[in-house]
């Protein structure tokens, strides 16, 4: 296993179009998390995943914003009408649901909306 | 709400010069304080776990303290390619492994 994986790198979309980001996690972690980092500021927590089973919203996410996991393993991250504000570094994570709690992270999707 | 500040937001050092990293926190319960470093744009790198105060880890030329209001992250004789942004986070104890809290970073410059 190569690590968590992330795709597309780069977006670059029209405001009001939808996307959708696609993750896959190291395949022994049942948790996966998305986080949202914008310049100069750390990760933000976003939702996660326990098995299939979304367990935790942030209220940055809005109704705009919807996740799934649909069979416990990949994970897609949608945003509909996008917004400038939307502009941002997509990042996913994956670790253990207990013991070693170290979260590790894909390289991220670099979301632009002009 | 669990809170996490990171000093000083830049730091620029020549190589060879040794100085710390500060990560200050307040958490309810804490489970575990983590350090990243993060290159640009690219995801974090995982670097430690630390669980209780007085633990230390080390890797190469980094060393990671805890205490209980705070971290620090020792960086000895620091070389340009440890530039980078270093990002703490904490863990709130929950009974399971949950969301990470992040600081903003710090960017450390080494000049050759």
């Known amino acids: 296993d190569t690590g968590v994986s992330q795709d597309p790198r780069h977006k670059i979309t029209k405001r009001g179009q939808n996307v959708t980001f696609r993750c896959d996690p190291i395949?022994?972690?049942?948790?996966l998390y998305w986080y949202r980092q914008t310049l100069g500021q750390g990760p933000e927590f976003l939702t996660y995943?326990?098995?299939?089973?979304?367990?935790?919203k942030s209220r940055l996410l809005s109704d705009r914003f919807s996740a799934e996991r649909p069979k416990g393993s990949f994970s897609t991250l949608e945003i509909q009408r996008t917004e400038q504000g939307d502009s941002a570094m997509y990042l996913c994570?994956?670790?253990?649901?207990?013991?070693?709690?170290?979260?590790?992270f894909g390289q991220g999707t670099r979301l632009t909306v002009v | 709400e669990d809170q996490v500040t990171q000093s000083p937001e830049a730091l620029r050092l020549q190589e060879g010069e040794s100085s710390s990293l500060n990560c200050s926190y307040t958490?309810?319960?804490?489970?575990?304080l983590f350090w990243y470093r993060q290159d640009p744009g690219k995801g974090p790198e995982f670097l430690f776990t630390?669980?209780?105060a007085g633990e230390e880890k080390e890797k190469e030329r980094l060393k990671a303290t805890l205490t209980k209001k705070e971290s620090f992250l020792h960086i000895t004789a620091p070389k340009p390619e440890d530039s980078a942004t270093y990002l703490c986070?904490?863990?709130?104890?929950?009974?399971?492994?949950?969301?990470?809290?992040f600081g903003k970073g710090i960017t450390l410059s080494v000049r050759p």
């Open positions: 994570a994956s670790s253990f649901q207990t013991g070693s709690p170290e979260a590790f």
């Open positions: 395949s022994e972690h049942n948790r």
């Open positions: 995943f326990q098995n299939e089973a979304q367990l935790e």
């Open positions: 958490v309810s319960g804490l489970r575990g």
């Open positions: 630390l669980y209780s």
């Open positions: 986070a904490v863990q709130r104890h929950t009974g399971a492994n949950s969301k990470l809290t």
